[in-house]
């Protein structure tokens, strides 16, 4: 434990890298995966092509990815930008599923009762369709989130420093207590993320909370028939 004590500088700017490097995409991944996951669920002759292609980007082996993305797209193997796009793929392989099912899981008579009132399709979406299928979504990006926090330390490999630094050197000069410091920051970063994304959710969305009472929804049915 005397390595992480000297070493906490290095921990605490490798974390920060790390954070960042993993924010980006997790950020990217959602907003590029909304329209797909849209039009995935609207367009049902398209929505197998999109959610099965989206999909099997997952399946890329990550080195490789990071190997094959600057000779396509011209950047260097090292630069940062290498890792966020790699990784905002990665999102946007899980998310788009996510948002269409979420999408799916929307009562067709709640939509037909926004459209009754005067909803058109762009406002009916974000004041009745997401909402309502937010908590899905969430559910989807909270695996988004912790996955890529974990995936984001394969950019050492390719020359990216963040706290994948830690297991490759750790390992290197066999100083477990630096690979364990690595994995520490990582499942912490993942666990703070998770818990912040929860208590968003949970904010933002009141209507999901469980009612603690499972009878209670039945309640008014069962007082108006002693009523009568």
């Known amino acids: 434990m005397n ?12 974390t920060l890298a790390h954070l960042w490097q993993s924010a980006i995409p997790i950020v990217l991944g959602f907003l590029l995966s ?6 995935a669920w609207r367009y049902r002759l398209v929505r197998g092509p999109v959610v099965i292609l989206t999909g099997l980007l997952y399946t890329i082996p990550s080195l490789a990815l990071l190997i094959l993305l600057p000779a396509v797209i011209g950047i260097s193997t090292r630069d940062p930008a290498n890792l966020i ?10 998310l788009v599923r996510a948002v269409a099912d979420g999408l799916d899981s929307v009562d067709p008579a709640i939509r037909q009762s926004a459209t009754a009132i005067g909803y058109g399709g762009f406002r009916r979406f974000w004041t009745v369709d997401f909402p309502l299928a937010a908590p899905v979504v969430l559910a989807g990006l909270r695996v988004t989130a912790v996955s890529t926090i974990s995936l984001a330390t394969v950019g050492i490999l390719v020359g990216v420093e963040n706290l994948g630094y ?3 050197n750790g390992l290197q000069r066999r100083i477990i207590a630096e690979v364990f410091a690595g994995v520490i920051a990582v499942v912490v970063i993942a666990l703070v993320i998770d818990l912040l994304l929860l208590l968003a959710g949970r904010a933002l969305m009141p209507w999901t909370r469980a009612v603690k009472n499972p009878n209670a929804a039945r309640r008014p049915a069962r007082i108006v028939r002693a009523a009568a």
């Open 3 to 14: 390595w992480i004590a000297d070493n906490f500088g290095l921990i605490l700017e490798l």
């Open 34 to 39: 909304l329209p797909l996951g849209w039009v």
């Open 85 to 94: 796009i790699g990784l905002t793929i990665y999102a946007i392989a899980i």
């Open 166 to 168: 830690l297991f490759t």
